[in-house]
């Protein structure tokens, strides 16, 4: 769209005009005064030529008065100074689905919002630089020129419209901090203290003070300061929630109205500052800089997500933490632990890599063949869980976070010394892991395959689905290492999955519930009711990453075949029994196969990249939590290379006590 000049601006000029076209009118001006959008003092020199222009002409100088007083008849400005850059709404998915809406569906000058018309009127980043950067001479004359009579006696308009706005948004805040979601949240000084019930008074008090005639400094002073006070005891009050949050879960729609609540007392004193500055036009300028960031923020999905789901985040990761303390060994007697418990978990898979064949036998449809494989995963791992082995692969998602809790203070002498050994200590659980896996499911799964040639003459799979097998495990085959590190994005996600369901079941106290709710304590005693509250407390979260994991394994492929993405899972311990399984089935011929030894030198790699990709976003993951800059994460990076020059072994065996 080509934007129009100044002359035919001025020319256009019309008060009588319709709404949408006066607003294309306003709508325009602002653009010409963006120009290139690259430099602020090219804009600010736009307003002056601006200026200019109209000040050089009395008769347009009479039009664009004429039109300021209809734009403020017909638009309620006081919006946008108590409202602009807040949500309407108190819940975080309804303002999600409302900003997608915007961001989809074109706005219209044709409207009485003014909310809405700020948008279109100031849509670039480049509005709060420009805005900011307008010298006290330039405002001045703006003011002068816009000038228009109050609808209360002894102020101005931009002073009326400003006492509305801090009670607008005063009355918001009054909303929130009487909910009963945040109230019973609240510390107990807090709910005594009551800071929310005496905030329309103060507010009142202020607005009288200030349209006195004649008006008392010393009295508009100690209005001010009262409101700010009881501001910063609002305040105060609604930050003694978040202590609630940390220590009985995450809900991300408290966090929205949190920040909300916080933004609004922000707000307020802005427009304090503005209503009580001494130079006005300044002020002005500064708070319509900060509504045009706050815009900005307002249609931005990403940084909905980032601000309140931060603290999911790093709850998530901090309960992945808690979990993955369990999976790293730091000395030999741990690490000879974890290679019989990774055995166990190996032996277990042999029975879910004859139950898959089983499933696949039986000629069932896609989806319930993927349905009934999902459950067979599923009831696998959870079995794996509750027998206290260990399966390789799900221990980076859920030992990157704490290996990241390391990171809450790098300003400590032996922070970074610390996080390298963490890392060294994972990459050898993991080595121990592995080859438990590994070492223990091949001889189970050759065995089963043995006893079932001995007891039917037939072994596991037939040479045709032993063909199969090789051709999926093949390293030259281009999916092979692709959908290994899918299967690492699903192992990642299972650990999300722990996280947030852990956090859930806190965060509704459901162990309590399960310890003391009449009904289930009639059921099943009170003895028995405190156990099962400690066991689903303590197993809650493997629960969630086992099963999840387990359905997407099984029931993710076809659901992604079926529109047209051929990802499978590759999983280095599922994959080893199935080449073992294929192997049993050529019996010693297999030697003679270099279809088999592409598949052996692919296992390695498969096993690294289910690691490292499922570890590699866990981390990056709790890092962003625990707000770790790129600077740290460099010295991060140079410590653990460091340490694997100098001590390559203390990465595979431990060196501490036998």
Same mark, same amino acid.
């Given at each position: 769209?080509?934007?129009?000049?100044?002359?035919?601006?001025?020319?256009?000029?019309?008060?009588?005009?319709?709404?949408?076209?006066?607003?294309?009118?306003?709508?325009?001006?602002?653009?010409?005064?963006?120009?290139?959008?690259?430099?602020?003092?090219?804009?600010?020199?736009?307003?002056?030529?601006?200026?200019?222009?109209?000040?050089?002409?009395?008769?347009?100088?009479?039009?664009?008065?004429?039109?300021?007083?209809?734009?403020?008849?017909?638009?309620?400005?006081?919006?946008?100074?108590?409202?602009?850059?807040?949500?309407?709404?108190?819940?975080?998915?309804?303002?999600?689905?409302?900003?997608?809406?915007?961001?989809?569906?074109?706005?219209?000058?044709?409207?009485?919002?003014?909310?809405?018309?700020?948008?279109?009127?100031?849509?670039?980043?480049?509005?709060?630089?420009?805005?900011?950067?307008?010298?006290?001479?330039?405002?001045?004359?703006?003011?002068?020129?816009?000038?228009?009579?109050? #609808?209360?006696?002894?102020?101005?308009?931009?002073?009326?419209?400003?006492?509305?706005?801090?009670?607008?948004?005063?009355?918001?805040?009054?909303?929130?901090?009487?909910?009963?979601?945040?109230?019973?949240?609240?510390?107990?000084?807090? #709910?005594?203290?009551?800071?929310?019930?005496? +905030?329309?008074?103060?507010?009142?008090?202020?607005?009288?003070?200030?349209?006195?005639?004649?008006?008392?400094?010393?009295?508009?002073?100690?209005?001010?300061?009262?409101?700010?006070?009881?501001?910063?005891?609002?305040?105060?009050?609604?930050?003694?929630?978040?202590?609630?949050?940390?220590?009985?879960?995450?809900?991300?729609?408290?966090?929205?109205?949190?920040?909300?609540?916080?933004?609004?007392?922000? #707000?307020?004193?802005?427009?304090?500052?503005?209503?009580?500055?001494?130079?006005?036009?300044?002020?002005?300028?500064?708070?319509?800089?900060?509504?045009?960031?706050?815009?900005?923020?307002?249609?931005?999905?990403?940084?909905?997500?980032?601000?309140?789901?931060?603290?999911?985040?790093?709850?998530?990761?901090?309960?992945?933490?808690?979990?993955?303390?369990?999976?790293?060994?730091?000395?030999?007697?741990?690490?000879?632990?974890?290679?019989?418990?990774?055995?166990?978990?190996?032996?277990?898979?042999?029975? %879910?890599?004859?139950?898959?064949?089983?499933?696949?036998?039986?000629?069932?449809?896609?989806?319930?063949?993927?349905?009934?494989?999902?459950?067979?995963?599923?009831?696998?791992?959870?079995?794996?869980?509750?027998?206290?082995?260990?399966?390789?692969?799900?221990?980076?998602?859920? %030992?990157?976070?704490?290996?990241?809790?390391?990171?809450?203070?790098?300003?400590? %002498?032996?922070?970074?010394?610390?996080?390298?050994?963490?890392?060294?200590?994972?990459?050898?659980?993991?080595?121990?892991?592995?080859?438990?896996?590994?070492?223990?499911?091949?001889?189970?799964?050759?065995?089963?395959?043995?006893?079932?040639?001995?007891?039917?003459?037939?072994?596991?799979?037939?040479?045709?689905?032993?063909?199969?097998?090789?051709?999926?495990?093949?390293?030259?085959?281009?999916?092979?290492? +692709?959908?290994?590190?899918?299967?690492?994005?699903?192992?990642? %996600?299972?650990?999300?999955?722990?996280?947030?369901?852990?956090?859930?079941?806190?965060?509704?106290?459901?162990?309590?519930?399960?310890?003391?709710?009449?009904?289930?304590?009639?059921?099943?005693?009170?003895?028995?009711?405190?156990?099962?509250?400690?066991?689903?407390?303590?197993?809650?979260?493997?629960?969630?990453?086992?099963?999840?994991?387990?359905?997407?394994?099984?029931?993710?492929?076809?659901? +992604?075949?079926?529109?047209?993405?051929?990802?499978?899972?590759?999983?280095?311990?599922?994959?080893?029994?199935? +080449?073992?399984?294929?192997?049993?089935?050529?019996?010693?011929?297999?030697?003679?196969?270099?279809?088999?030894?592409?598949?052996?030198?692919?296992?390695?790699?498969?096993?690294?990249?289910?690691?490292?990709?499922?570890?590699?976003?866990?981390?990056?993951?709790?890092?962003?939590?625990?707000?770790?800059?790129?600077?740290?994460?460099?010295?991060?990076?140079?410590?653990?290379?460091?340490?694997?020059? #100098?001590?390559?072994?203390?990465?595979?065996?431990?060196?501490?006590?036998?």
């Amino acid at each position: 769209m080509t934007t129009p000049t100044l002359s035919s601006l001025l020319d256009a000029l019309d008060a009588d005009a319709p709404l949408a076209q006066r607003h294309l009118w306003l709508i325009g001006l602002l653009d010409w005064v963006r120009g290139n959008k690259l430099s602020p003092e090219d804009s600010v020199a736009r307003i002056q030529r601006f200026l200019d222009a109209v000040q050089a002409r009395p008769e347009l100088q009479d039009r664009l008065r004429q039109w300021w007083r209809m734009l403020a008849d017909t638009v309620d400005s006081t919006m946008v100074l108590s409202d602009h850059g807040f949500s309407p709404r108190t819940a975080f998915f309804s303002e999600f689905v409302d900003r997608l809406r915007c961001k989809i569906l074109p706005g219209t000058p044709e409207t009485t919002d003014a909310g809405e018309l700020f948008g279109l009127a100031l849509p670039s980043k480049v509005d709060a630089a420009w805005l900011s950067a307008l010298d006290e001479r330039s405002l001045q004359r703006i003011g002068d020129l816009l000038s228009s009579p109050s #609808r209360t006696p002894g102020v101005t308009l931009w002073q009326d419209e400003l006492l509305q706005a801090i009670a607008f948004c005063s009355s918001q805040i009054l909303a929130a901090g009487v909910a009963s979601e945040l109230r019973l949240r609240m510390s107990l000084e807090a #709910r005594q203290l009551q800071p929310f019930n005496g +905030l329309s008074a103060d507010v009142e008090a202020l607005r009288q003070a200030f349209i006195a005639t004649p008006r008392e400094m010393p009295e508009l002073e100690a209005a001010a300061a009262r409101l700010r006070q009881r501001l910063e005891l609002c305040r105060q009050a609604a930050a003694s929630v978040y202590p609630h949050l940390n220590d009985h879960g995450i809900s991300v729609n408290l966090v929205f109205i949190l920040r909300q609540l916080r933004e609004r007392v922000l #707000r307020v004193r802005d427009l304090m500052d503005c209503l009580l500055s001494s130079t006005p036009e300044a002020s002005a300028a500064r708070l319509l800089s900060r509504l045009s960031v706050a815009g900005q923020e307002r249609r931005s999905l990403r940084s909905l997500v980032r601000a309140n789901a931060s603290m999911l985040a790093a709850k998530v990761t901090e309960r992945s933490a808690e979990t993955g303390e369990h999976y790293i060994t730091r000395d030999r007697a741990e690490y000879r632990g974890m290679l019989a418990k990774a055995a166990g978990g190996g032996a277990a898979t042999s029975l %879910t890599t004859l139950l898959k064949f089983l499933i696949g036998a039986v000629g069932l449809t896609a989806f319930w063949a993927g349905m009934w494989s999902g459950v067979m995963y599923a009831a696998s791992f959870v079995l794996i869980q509750l027998a206290h082995w260990t399966l390789a692969t799900k221990q980076p998602a859920m %030992t990157a976070p704490a290996m990241a809790a390391k990171l809450k203070d790098l300003g400590a %002498t032996r922070a970074i010394e610390d996080f390298v050994d963490e890392v060294t200590h994972l990459v050898r659980s993991q080595v121990a892991a592995v080859l438990g896996n590994v070492g223990m499911v091949t001889p189970c799964v050759l065995l089963i395959s043995a006893g079932m040639q001995w007891a039917s003459g037939k072994p596991m799979i037939s040479k045709a689905e032993a063909d199969h097998v090789f051709q999926t495990l093949h390293l030259l085959t281009p999916s092979t290492l +692709l959908f290994a590190a899918f299967t690492g994005v699903l192992l990642f %996600t299972a650990s999300l999955i722990a996280g947030a369901v852990e956090n859930w079941f806190v965060l509704h106290r459901l162990d309590s519930a399960l310890r003391y709710n009449p009904r289930i304590t009639a059921v099943l005693g009170a003895a028995r009711a405190d156990r099962w509250a400690n066991f689903m407390r303590e197993h809650i979260s493997g629960f969630a990453s086992n099963i999840s994991l387990g359905f997407m394994l099984g029931l993710l492929p076809p659901v +992604l075949a079926f529109v047209g993405l051929g990802l499978e899972a590759r999983h280095v311990t599922l994959s080893t029994g199935q +080449l073992s399984a294929a192997a049993a089935a050529y019996g010693l011929q297999v030697w003679k196969l270099s279809a088999f030894w592409w598949c052996v030198a692919a296992i390695p790699l498969i096993g690294f990249l289910n690691l490292t990709v499922s570890f590699y976003l866990a981390l990056q993951l709790a890092l962003g939590a625990h707000s770790v800059n790129t600077y740290d994460r460099q010295r991060l990076r140079s410590a653990v290379w460091q340490r694997l020059r #100098r001590h390559p072994l203390s990465f595979l065996w431990p060196r501490g006590k036998a």
